[in-house]
């Protein structure tokens, strides 16, 4: 990361931007990190001072994104969020959420300026970051191996200097990106879509693999290619059945014992209603419905101040503590990426009010994204943000998002919006979107 750094503060624009990106590829902590006693400043400084760095020389970009909605209501769940830490278990590990919220915000406001920046992030600049993070995947996983692996017994995970489950994020926005992108040849579309879809299946995320599922259908369909949509969820409905029958069959059962693939264990252990020898299939199945149900029951219980402002912000590392009390302790977890369900965290950490805030704030980018949809306006096409969103949606419902600026998942979702709200004609989104995109022309 320390490499990159010269090219985001010295470099042109173009290549800053680029190089800053890039970085959501490498996680400063490396692999297995959790502690909720320490910072990591190389983290800190690439989700929070580099983006206020780099918001300083995009100063000029013709754009307010802190007008904007979705930017406001997520400005008033970040004080929110801190001052719920008042009343926290786990201050530090509250500031540290604050910190990556505001994050997360910089991000946001840094590739919308960027992308109202006539051609800092065109087609070729997607093509790079495309080529540069696949790139990093290979390195990783060929040379070291470290972030992807899983376990003994368990299929090697495709993915950067990043856990395999935020590299996964990249490419399902690099394969939104690529559907989408007017711009690209077919050639270009087909080599790159091949590319990221081969990852993403060597990746083996199963959340995200099934948001890159949605995105392809909701392309199907709104091509008007219904019949090939129907071609493909027949040939879907096939190969479940099949695999069904093959493994209901004696003789070959033992064959997919020890699958290499954990999305193809997941989908024969649901069909057969066993999982592989190694677990490979549902490996965190019990073990996140064991925290749903301890924060529940904890819910259950809870007063009417605690259901209405919620036991503070990061006070989830409560909940993993009480469910498995041998396995944890404060120094052992990172208490912000455990609840792996950030609906669930925002009702049990900030109450009905941060749940609210956090619902209005995704709500606000869905009608936003939905208005650009239907009045056709976008540099890529605007149905991009709207395929990628319930992907978005999905992982905010397994996995742990909001502690996430300066990563992959983060970056990716800003880079799509961004895109998305894109035009050739600055004065036709000024004018087509006043309330999403209020700003001047220069």
């Known amino acids: ?46 989700s929070i001072a580099l983006p206020l760095f780099l918001w300083w020389r995009l100063r000029a970009s013709p754009s307010s994104p802190m007008t904007t909605v979705p930017a406001r209501l997520w400005i008033c769940l970040t004080l929110y969020a801190a001052l719920s830490g008042l009343w926290s278990p786990f201050p ?57 692996y899983d376990g003994s017994g368990r299929p090697a995970r495709f993915s950067s200097f990043l856990s395999p489950q935020q590299y996964a994020a990249f490419l399902v926005a ?44 909701f392309y199907l369909w709104s091509s008007s290619k219904r019949i090939l949509a129907g071609t493909l969820i027949c040939a879907s409905t096939i190969a479940l059945g099949s695999l069904l029958l093959i493994n209901l069959t004696p003789n070959v059962q033992g064959r997919y014992d020890n699958a290499s693939s954990r999305i193809l ?10 999982d592989t ?82 619902l209005t704030v995704l709500g606000s980018l869905f009608l936003g994204l939905l208005r650009l949809h239907k009045r056709g306006i976008s540099g890529v096409a605007s149905a991009a943000g709207l395929s990628f969103l319930p992907a978005f949606v999905l992982a905010l419902s397994t ?19 961004a895109l998305t709200w894109a035009s050739d004609s600055r004065e036709v989104v000024r004018r087509s979107w006043p309330v999403y995109a209020s700003c001047p022309t220069h």
């Open 399 to 417: 996995e742990n998002i909001i502690a996430g600026a300066g990563n992959a998942v983060t970056m990716s979702f800003a880079l799509l919006i």
């Open 174 to 217: 690099f394969l939104a990106v690529v559907i989408w992108h007017r711009k690209f040849s077919m050639a270009t579309r087909l080599a790159l879509g091949i590319a990221v879809g081969a990852a993403l299946a060597y990746n083996g995320s199963r959340t995200w693999f099934s948001g890159a599922v949605l995105i392809v259908l």
């Open 92 to 148: 530090l590990g509250a500031a540290k959420l604050v910190g990556n919220m505001v994050g997360t915000f910089l991000t946001f406001v840094v590739l919308e300026k960027a992308a109202r920046r006539r051609g800092l992030l065109n087609s070729s600049f997607i093509v790079l970051l495309i080529l540069g993070s696949l790139a990093l995947g290979i390195l990783q996983t060929a040379y070291f191996g470290t972030y992807g």
């Open 277 to 358: 020898e190694g677990e490979i299939g549902l490996a965190n199945l019990n073990f996140r419905l064991s925290i749903y149900g301890g924060a529940m029951n904890e819910l259950q219980l809870a007063t009417v101040s605690e259901l209405v402002f919620g036991h503070g912000t990061s006070s989830g590392g409560d909940v993993i503590m009480r469910v498995f009390p041998r396995d944890y302790t404060p120094e052992r977890i990172d208490v912000n990426r455990v609840i792996h369900n950030e609906w669930l965290r925002a009702l049990y950490e900030w109450g009905i009010i941060g749940l609210a805030l956090l």
């Open 1 to 46: 990361m320390l490499l990159l750094l010269p090219c985001v503060i010295l470099a042109p624009l173009r290549w800053a931007v680029l190089a800053w990106l890039i970085m959501g590829n490498l996680d400063a902590t490396g692999p297995g990190f959790s502690a909720s006693d320490s910072v990591g400043w190389l983290n800190a400084a690439k």
């Open 265 to 274: 264990a997941t989908i024969t252990a649901l069909a057969t209603g066993e």
